[in-house]
């Protein structure tokens, strides 16, 4: 299995970003998919997850910007990073795992069995 991440790059802030992850050789739709983003010298947090059946749910500081979806007949997870802000800037690494996005647990890096490769995402004040 290998999740291959796209996107990511530079911007000022308020502007938009995406990021994209494609899953090979993963049995798509039998995971949930998550976004998580490591900043220099902070651990690694969850930013939103996403179950086969759409349940979405997200850290308080990125909702009402960020939008995760999933395109199972591409295999592909995407964020769309709206209203960035300095804070936003980090690694995002995409994860799958054998668990449901509702668990309590759904936002515990440890949870997750394959992690893409991470896209680096800066945001100038």
């Known amino acids: 299995v290998q999740l291959v991440e796209s996107g990511g790059g530079s911007v000022q802030s308020g502007g938009s970003l995406r990021l994209s992850c494609t899953g090979f050789g993963l049995t798509y739709g039998s995971y949930s998919m998550a976004w998580f983003r490591q900043a220099p010298g902070d651990e690694r947090e969850a930013v939103a997850c996403?179950?086969?059946?759409?349940?979405?749910k997200y850290q308080n500081s990125v909702k009402g910007r960020f939008t995760i979806t999933q395109d199972n007949t591409q295999k592909t997870l995407y964020l769309q990073m709206n209203s960035l802000k300095p804070e936003d800037t980090a690694i995002y690494y995409c994860?799958?795992?054998?668990?449901?996005?509702?668990?309590?647990?759904?936002?515990?890096?440890?949870?997750?069995?394959?992690w893409g490769q991470g896209s680096q995402v800066t945001v100038s004040p």
């Open positions: 996403i179950a086969n059946d759409g349940y979405t």
């Open positions: 994860a799958a795992g054998d668990l449901r996005c509702s668990s309590p647990y759904s936002f515990v890096p440890l949870n997750y069995n394959f």
